[in-house]
Each structure stands twice: as structure tokens, then as C-alpha cells.
């Protein structure tokens, strides 16, 4: 861990009344914690734009299991990209719905590519990718 640098920030006195605000909505104990996380925000996007580079997400799908060779569909995909996918968490959410939540490691135009192709699987009926960082470049 480096050191610590305090530096000054000019802002408009309106866009810092809606930054405290925002601050005390979410929790914040002060501006600097919120400034980090932005911070650290904009790097983790900024990593998933390099395509070479090792991210991780998950992928929630839902979707009918009566709905014929749907359940086969999603398997053989992940069979597909069994080098990204990390984990699969399967729940019945009732007598007919499914939800599958996917824990992805990889580079991320693999892990958008194999998202994409079940996402577009026909008869999902909705499918989500989060992707986050494997933390290694942030502090
Ligand atoms: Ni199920």
C-alpha cells in the first residue's frame, strides 16, 4: 500500500451540495471514502474495455425448465467455456422457473461472448452480467 496524498478538488457549491447528499444516502462516512470508490469505480470500467484482461462477473439467467431442450441449450454453452466458468449455482424458483447464476473468471471478451450466447438462448426469459475485478491492480 502507498502513501496517503490529500489533495484539493474545486467544485461548483450546487455539484458539491448533490455529492453530500449522494454521500449520506449511501452511507458514507465522509467525501473521501465516496471519492475512492468512484475512483476505483472508473478503474474497474476501464478494465473491463481491455479484452486481454482477466475480470470476473456472474451471470444471472432465468428461465422456463418446461420450455423443451432449453436446460440442454444452457448446459452444452457452459460445457463450451468450461475454462471461464468457475461456478454454477442452480435454484428452482418455483414449479416452473429457474434462476442459474454463473461465476465467471477470464478475459472479457470470453466472458461477454459466452454471456451473450446464453442470454440470446431462445426461451431465457432474462439474463444479467455483472462484471467486477479480480482486485489485484486496486488498492
Ligand atoms: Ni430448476
Not at 478538488?9 to 465516496?34: H, I, P, W
Not at 422457473?97 to 450466447?117: D, F, H, P, W, Y
Request: hydrophobic fraction near 35%; proline fraction near 0%.
Amino acid at each position: 500500500m502507498g502513501t496517503t496524498i490529500r489533495f484539493g478538488v474545486s467544485l461548483d457549491d450546487a455539484l458539491l451540495d448533490k455529492f453530500d447528499s449522494l454521500c449520506l444516502q449511501q452511507g458514507y462516512k465522509n467525501r473521501s471514502e465516496a471519492v475512492r470508490d468512484l475512483i476505483r469505480n472508473a478503474l474497474v470500467q476501464q478494465e473491463w474495455k481491455d479484452l486481454g484482461k482477466e475480470i470476473v462477473g456472474t451471470l444471472t439467467l432465468i428461465y422456463d425448465h418446461h420450455q423443451s431442450d432449453l436446460g440442454q441449450k444452457v448446459t452444452s454453452i457452459q460445457h463450451d467455456a468450461l475454462e471461464i466458468i468457475i461456478s454454477t449455482l442452480h435454484v428452482h424458483i418455483d414449479e416452473c422457473n429457474c434462476m442459474e447464476v454463473l461465476v465467471l473468471r477470464g478475459s472479457g471478451e470470453k466472458i461477454r461472448q459466452t454471456a451473450q450466447r446464453l442470454i440470446s438462448t431462445k426461451g431465457i426469459k432474462h439474463g444479467k452480467l455483472n462484471l467486477s475485478t479480480t482486485g489485484k491492480d486496486l488498492v
